[in-house]
């Protein structure tokens, strides 16, 4: 029996029995982890409410044998909050809903309990906190959040040079099959044509180049949007769930 202690993103809770909820999280060094917090939905329970979707936390995990995933669920046993992110998301319609799909997001790609996803879970942890301070549109830093995860994933979408045969940009096609952008050389069926603001956004939004982000007018932001959407439904082989009630 052992004890492990790592930093994490609540991704989601699940009840379990009258009074206990399983609680999976992204956590920095052990990745995705799912655990057994007992007596978390005791209404006198302090412990619960630091375990809730969006919370940054610093977590004991108590686990039988020697490895944090083994044949049954750790416990968590001790939780202690680093920061409270959902208290600027929940209250607000269009962060709360950006927020959900970055979690959900997150523990897709995180598909494999106890793999380290380092930059998976920075990502995230930079993604809440810039969202939870109203800093940007929430639907920009949704959009600047899943193009980063695709890249940090080996999917990293071009917006200027061709995604086939790396013409130099500006190019006019785009494909998610093929990669992003391609020439007119290499348009394959299905292409569509998006307005050239709507690609300089989204390549501001993977470079975090926040200024021209900003600037960018709703229609292209918009356009833009359903680029990232189709992109990522092509890679994930399924949408998220969460995606269709994000604000727009």
């Given at each position: 029996?052992?004890?492990?202690?790592?930093?994490?993103?609540?991704?989601?809770t699940?009840k379990?029995?009258?009074?206990?909820?399983?609680?999976?999280?992204?956590?920095?060094?052990?990745?995705?982890?799912?655990?057994?917090?007992?007596g978390?939905?005791?209404?006198?329970?302090?412990?619960?409410?630091?375990?809730?979707?969006?919370?940054?936390?610093?977590?004991?995990?108590?686990?039988?044998?020697?490895?944090?995933?083994?044949?049954?669920?750790?416990?968590?046993?001790?939780?202690?909050?680093i920061?409270?992110?959902?208290?600027?998301?929940?209250?607000?319609?269009?962060?709360y809903?950006?927020?959900?799909?970055?979690?959900?997001t997150?523990?897709?790609?995180?598909?494999?309990?106890?793999?380290?996803?380092?930059?998976?879970?920075?990502?995230?942890?930079?993604?809440?906190r810039?969202?939870?301070?109203?800093?940007?549109?929430?639907?920009?830093?949704?959009?600047?959040?899943?193009?980063?995860?695709?890249?940090?994933?080996?999917?990293?979408?071009?917006?200027?040079?061709?995604?086939?045969c790396?013409?130099?940009?500006?190019?006019?096609?785009?494909?998610?099959?093929?990669?992003?952008?391609?020439?007119?050389?290499?348009?394959?069926?299905?292409?569509?044509?998006?307005?050239?603001?709507?690609?300089?956004?989204?390549?501001?939004?993977?470079?975090?180049?926040?200024?021209?982000?900003?600037?960018?007018?709703?229609?292209?932001?918009?356009?833009?949007?359903g680029?990232?959407?189709?992109?990522?439904?092509?890679?994930?082989?399924?949408?998220?769930?969460?995606?269709?009630y994000?604000e727009?």
């Open positions: 029996m052992s004890l492990f202690r790592d930093d994490g993103i609540v991704l989601r699940q379990l029995g009258e009074a206990d909820r399983i609680i999976t999280l992204l956590t920095r060094n052990h990745g995705r982890v799912r655990a057994v917090a007992r978390v939905r005791r209404t006198k329970s302090k412990f619960g409410a630091r375990l809730e979707p969006f919370s940054h936390v610093d977590v004991q995990f108590f686990a039988r044998g020697g490895e944090l995933i083994g044949r049954g669920l750790p416990l968590c046993t001790q939780s202690e909050t920061a409270p992110y959902g208290g600027g998301i929940v209250a607000d319609y269009a962060r809903t950006a927020g959900t799909a970055m979690l959900e997150a523990e897709r790609f995180t598909d494999h309990e106890g793999e380290p996803a380092v930059q998976q879970y920075l990502l995230l942890v930079g993604g809440l810039t969202l939870a301070s109203g800093e940007h549109e929430p639907h920009l830093i949704l959009d600047a959040f899943l193009l980063r995860s695709l890249a940090v994933n080996g999917y990293a979408p071009s917006f200027d040079d061709c995604a086939k790396g013409m130099p940009g500006p190019n006019r096609f785009f494909s998610v099959g093929a990669g992003g952008v391609i020439c007119g050389e290499c348009r394959v069926p299905g292409s569509v044509v998006p307005s050239a603001e709507s690609l300089t956004l989204l390549g501001a939004l993977l470079t975090g180049d926040w200024e021209t982000a900003d600037a960018c007018e709703l229609r292209h932001a918009r356009e833009g949007s680029l990232v959407a189709a992109y990522l439904h092509w890679h994930l082989e399924r949408g998220l769930r969460s995606l269709r994000v727009k």
